[in-house]
């Protein structure tokens, strides 16, 4: 069970029930889908009616959050990752959003550009770039089977500036095609977070070295989207400290200088909503980035366990917890809000599922009542 007694000094009265606007959005409840990679679109990125039922489904929650979308074929990190760079992949979006609406709920699409992480047989035979030339260690899944990460091509500044114009198009793009909003992934290891971690980011420039220039990218990126389609419809979504794909950040004083940093920067800018993913995200970290954001904050406490309704409820007792993403038990319950709201039990995700192009293990888990 989660002890948030070192760090939380009041409760409120809201509960994971309550409505709340996050920007521009108005959720309906505080149970937020957590973005989670689920490889069900396709050799061309186009979402189908699967990815729409999947979603629809799920419109009960207070927000959905997509999975990590790639905003230019370059960026591609999965095969089966859906994409917001064609027409086609466009129109896909605008099934989801409509089917998503009609059943009064909200959702966000969370640009993802993979960075070292993409791969020549995943992304069509294209570059892969990040912030500099380092690999990733181990190895990912590609059509033809397993293959080591590539060394990616030390970004130019013609670089940054195209990764930049792919984000501002992506996310015109996702409004256009009535998604609530976007989330800009600097998190999990992909490209953003590449030059946040001083383990993938070796550059001598005015994007490497110091926290500040480590930041730099990221807070050019969030800029430039939020130009774009307006603060209230744009969320950020870190992982301080989750080391994850090699993104290592052992150093605690150099963390907290670094997001410290990028956080006072995102809260000039008046944006939506910032997502915290962390091990201990009622802890002293996450409460100084969001005493610093001043703004709202959805938490998310990882990988390690299923979130369950306690852990939920004590997260949103912190004072400075707005809402909670939830990740596994969504996608075994479409129906999580009135399960949880009613006491009620829960169907058990089947993992070896997750990852498949099928049906099954993706929009065939029960509801309380048919439907």
Known sequence: MLD?????????????????????????????????????????????????????????????VTEGTYPSPESQAYVGQPGIATDDQ????????????????????QLMHGGRTAHPAVNGCRRVIGPSAVAVSGQLHTADGKQP?????????DDLRQVIDEHVA????????????VEIHAANGYLLQQFLSP??????????????NRARFVVDVITAVVDAVGPGRVGVRISPEHGYQDTFEPDRADVLATYSGLVDQLQELGLAYLSVLHHDPAGALVQELARRFDGPLIV?????????????????????????????????????????????PQNEPRP????????EGYTDYAFLLAR
Do not use: C, K
């Open 4 to 64: 948030t007694s070192a760090t939380v000094t009041e409760a409120t009265a809201t509960t994971l029930f309550d409505p709340i606007s996050l920007g521009e959005i108005r959720l309906a409840n505080r149970v937020v889908m957590a973005p989670m990679t689920r490889l069900r679109s396709g050799p061309f990125g186009v979402p189908g009616e699967l990815l729409v039922e999947h979603y629809r489904q799920r419109a009960s929650l207070g927000m959905i």
């Open 90 to 109: 466009t129109a896909g979006w605008v099934r989801v959003a409509d089917a998503v609406h009609a059943e009064g709920g909200r959702i966000v699409m």
């Open 149 to 157: 990460f590539v060394v990616p091509e030390p970004m130019t500044s």
């Open 170 to 181: 992506a996310a015109r793009r996702a409004i256009a095609a009535g998604i609530d909003g």
């Open 199 to 212: 383990a993938s980011n070796l550059r001598t420039d005015e994007y490497g070295g110091s926290p500040e």
């Open 300 to 344: 998310n406490s990882g990988f390690a366990t299923v979130t369950s309704l306690i852990e939920a409820e004590q997260l949103l007792r912190a004072p400075f917890v707005d809402a909670v993403a939830v990740g596994r038990a969504v996608i075994a319950n479409p129906d999580l809000v009135e399960r949880w709201q009613g006491g009620h």
């Open 352 to 359: 070896e599922l997750f990852y498949t192009d099928a049906a």
